[in-house]
């Protein structure tokens, strides 16, 4: 086919398109506004609808505490110009109904139970009030809403860190992890106070450490209890270590009065981690190896199991031996 026709062609095509491009944009054009005015013509009339609110708790009894799942939305029947509804319906969720425990609450007996309520028809003017003139409000569902108080108490629990700690190659803890405060007041429903004996941290997790830790750590909350404060101060000490090799003496559990036992031998090697800024001061002392007299006679052969019970909080320790020694028993004079 010669190049001129399908140039000519294509200028053709190129032409046509730019045309229904244009005419495209000027329906959409038109379609839009055609829309906003059909819109805004609609808002201008009035409409009757059911629309949902918050509701936020005032002014509960002194001593008392919302307890359970307390109604948390109210259905309101409202009437009113369309973009007056609109309006409301954008706002709704920032303007909870505002309902005063101390002035609408009731209570009524069932046995020994005491049931409380509020009668919502009792809320009509304080809705009508944070309405205004614009709004008709037409009616309230449910007629009733139930909730349950019960007494406030307060009391001190520990802290619990829930804490991962990894070492860099030679570094470790120098001493105990410490939370500052290591306590606080909580208070809440009597009812859930007294299942809670301690609160934890959220978790954290520290890898390669090689220097202190100094950091404010976030308490996991509970749902309906209070407490004094929201956050802890977590300090781990951490410093770089050494090997080393201690002789620590065995001592006896247990053991009675009328005998005395000897130990082969009468040390123990224990191979520990301990903190440069601690080496010099680290004595055997600081241990304790024991043997248990009141398993002698468990025993089969003549020795008897050891046990590290004490070391001291900047050592870890790795191993020790001799994990038995042997006994000779004397009966006192």
């Known amino acids: 086919m010669d190049s001129s026709l399908i140039r000519q062609f294509g200028q053709i095509f190129n032409k046509g398109r730019a045309k229904f491009n244009q005419r495209l944009v000027i329906f959409l054009f038109f379609l839009i506004v055609s829309t906003i005015i059909w819109y805004l013509s609609k808002l201008s009339h009035e409409y009757s609808t059911t629309m949902a609110y918050p509701i936020r708790y005032e002014n509960l009894p002194k001593g008392k505490v919302l307890v359970g799942e307390p109604p948390r939305r109210i259905q309101l029947r409202v009437k009113a110009f369309g973009y007056t509804l609109l309006k409301e319906k954008m706002s709704a969720a920032l303007s909870p109904i505002e309902l005063d425990l101390g002035k609408h609450l009731s209570q009524s007996f069932e046995g020994s139970k005491v049931k409380q309520f509020i009668l919502t028809y009792r809320l009509r003017n304080s809705i009508v009030k944070q309405f205004g003139s614009e709004i008709l409000l037409e009616g309230i569902e449910p007629d009733t809403l139930y909730v349950e108080l019960s007494d406030m108490v307060n009391k001190m629990v520990r802290i619990h860190p829930q804490v991962e700690v990894d070492y860099e190659q030679q570094y470790m803890a120098s001493g105990d992890l410490t939370l500052e405060p290591d306590s606080i007041a909580i208070s809440g429903p009597k009812s859930v106070i007294d299942t809670i004996k301690l609160v934890n941290t959220k978790q954290v997790k520290f890898k390669n450490l090689n220097q202190r830790v100094l950091e404010r750590i976030q308490i996991i909350p509970i749902n309906q209890v209070t407490f004094s404060t929201r956050s802890v101060t977590l300090s781990i000490p951490v410093e770089k270590y ?83 020694v042997e006994y000779i028993i004397e009966k006192r004079k």
């Open 242 to 324: 050494t090997e080393i090799t201690i002789k620590v003496p065995v001592d006896i559990e247990n053991q009675p009065d009328s005998v005395k036992l000897m130990f082969i031998p009468k040390t123990i090697d224990v191979k520990c981690n301990v903190v440069l800024s601690k080496y010099f001061i680290l004595k055997p002392i600081m241990f304790r190896a024991v043997v248990n007299y009141n398993l002698i006679s468990n025993s089969l052969t003549k020795k008897m199991k050891v046990r590290i019970v004490a070391v001291p909080d900047f050592v870890n320790l790795v191993d020790f031996s001799p994990k038995y």
